[in-house]
């Protein structure tokens, strides 16, 4: 029985989606894949379909109206996962900043070592960031300090979108109670997850900048992790987190 589930969310990765999904499948452990699409221009969810014909029972596909945020994917995701045998569930993005060898690094962090979040962790032996200006590596590497200071979190990589959790860690947290839409929702679950006593644990990887395709990150997507740290924590301090 395959165990572990990697959930991709995708919007306009249509120069990315068939090689990831072909990379995933040929690590040494099975997973299956779920493609939550937004609504994509470029066929993305097309060419997906066409790859389900090759990879029956292994490759599975949600489809949405419209681009809705990546926090409300990974929770259609977890959710469509819950509702099925999976035990080790995956955040992955499409564009191989993530590499899909470290999947199986994650996966024994939680199996082997017990942890109950395993973070892909960008900071946790240095900055281990490949073709980003440094601008943005500062920005990111400034942003994790600032969540980490602001919520008292002994994670280097608050940021991070590259995670494994436990089956039982999704099934505690409220997914209805999760606010945020943009980054601020890795911030969020990791929060609410340490608010548990969940054990997270970082795993070091290299996070290499996509070649294909466009960024997503925006202003706003910024401003909502910003000022939504500092709303988390405040509600945490008078027992107000719902989670």
């Known amino acids: 029985m395959v165990k572990g589930l990697i959930i991709i969310p995708t919007y306009n990765e249509i120069e990315n989606i068939e090689r990831i999904i072909r990379n995933v499948f040929s690590q040494q452990r099975k997973f299956h894949i779920l493609v939550v699409d937004d609504n994509s221009p470029d066929g993305t969810a097309t060419r997906v379909r066409t790859l389900q014909a090759e990879f029956q029972d292994s490759l599975f596909l949600q489809e949405r109206e419209g681009k809705l945020g990546l926090g409300t994917a990974y929770i259609l995701g977890f959710k469509w996962a819950l509702e099925r045998h999976y035990s080790y569930i995956f955040e992955m993005d499409a564009d191989f900043s993530h590499n899909p060898n470290d999947l199986i690094r994650l996966y024994n962090t939680c199996k082997r070592d017990n942890a109950d979040v395993a973070i892909g962790s960008r900071y946790i032996t240095g900055v281990n960031v490949i073709n980003w200006p440094m601008s943005r590596v500062l920005m990111s590497w400034l942003a994790s300090k600032y969540v980490q200071f602001i919520t008292g979190m002994d994670i280097q990589d608050t940021t991070a979108g590259f995670v494994c959790y436990k089956r039982e860690v999704l099934e505690r947290i ?48 910024i401003s909502e992790a910003v000022f939504g740290v500092i709303n988390l924590k405040m509600k945490s301090l008078f027992n107000k987190v719902e989670v």
């Open 174 to 221: 409220n997914l209805d109670k999760i606010h945020f839409v943009g980054y601020a929702f890795q911030i969020e679950m990791k929060f609410k997850a340490y608010l548990l006593n969940y054990k997270i644990v970082e795993v070091p990887v290299i996070f290499t900048d996509r070649t294909k395709g466009t960024s997503k990150m925006s202003g706003s997507i």
